[in-house]
C-alpha cells in the first residue's frame, strides 16, 4: 500500500497545490482587509462605481463593506480546511490514510464546508439586497447545489474513513 501512494504523481502534486492555496488564502485576506481599511474610503467607492450621493448609493457601499467583511470570514475558514487537507494527503503519502485522526479531519472539513455554504447564502442576500437596476451586483454567491452535496459527501466519507479505521486496526489485531 506504501508503494501504491507514494508513486501516484497525483500525492506531490496535491500538496504542493494545497501549499500555494494556503498562501493565496492568506494573500486575499490581506487584499480584502487592505480594501477595507487601507484604501477606500465611501468616495473613492463611489467614483469607482460612478454613483451619485443618494440612499441608494450608501446602501450598496455599506453592502459592499459587509461582503467584504464576510469574506475575510471566510480566510480563516479555507485556511482550516486546506491544513486538514494537507495533513490528509501526508498520512496518503505515507501509506496509512485509514486513521482516525483524518476521520476527524473530513469530518472538521464537512463543517467548515457547512460554514462556508451558509456564508454564501448571506453573501448572496447581501449582494441581491443593495443590487439596483441601475447598478446591478453579480456574485458568484448564494445556493449552490454542488456545494450543499459536497457538504453531505464529505460528513458521508468522514463516516467512511472512521469505519475504514475501525475496520484496519480490527485486521492488524488478527494479523
Request: aromatic letters at 6%; a positive charge.
Amino acid at each position: 500500500m506504501s508503494r501504491r501512494a507514494s508513486s501516484s504523481a497525483a500525492l506531490p502534486i496535491a500538496y504542493v497545490v494545497l501549499r500555494i492555496l494556503i498562501v493565496v488564502n492568506w494573500l486575499m485576506g490581506a487584499a480584502i482587509l487592505a480594501l477595507l481599511v487601507v484604501m477606500p474610503n465611501e468616495r473613492w467607492i463611489m467614483a469607482a462605481f460612478k454613483l451619485s450621493p443618494s440612499p441608494d448609493a450608501e446602501r450598496l457601499v455599506m453592502g459592499l463593506r459587509a461582503i467584504a467583511v464576510l469574506g475575510l470570514v471566510t480566510i480563516p475558514l479555507n485556511y482550516a480546511l486546506l491544513k486538514r487537507l494537507v495533513a490528509i494527503v501526508e498520512t496518503v503519502r505515507a501509506g496509512h490514510p485509514f486513521v482516525a485522526a483524518n476521520a476527524s479531519r473530513l469530518q472538521a472539513i464537512a463543517w467548515v464546508l457547512l460554514a462556508l455554504q451558509l456564508l454564501s447564502i448571506v453573501i448572496g442576500a447581501i449582494a441581491k439586497a443593495i443590487s439596483t437596476p441601475a447598478h446591478p451586483v453579480h456574485l458568484d454567491a448564494g445556493f449552490s447545489i454542488n456545494g450543499w452535496l459536497a457538504v453531505l459527501f464529505t460528513f458521508v466519507l468522514a463516516r467512511v474513513f472512521a469505519e475504514g479505521t475501525v475496520m484496519r486496526e480490527d485486521l492488524e489485531g488478527t494479523v
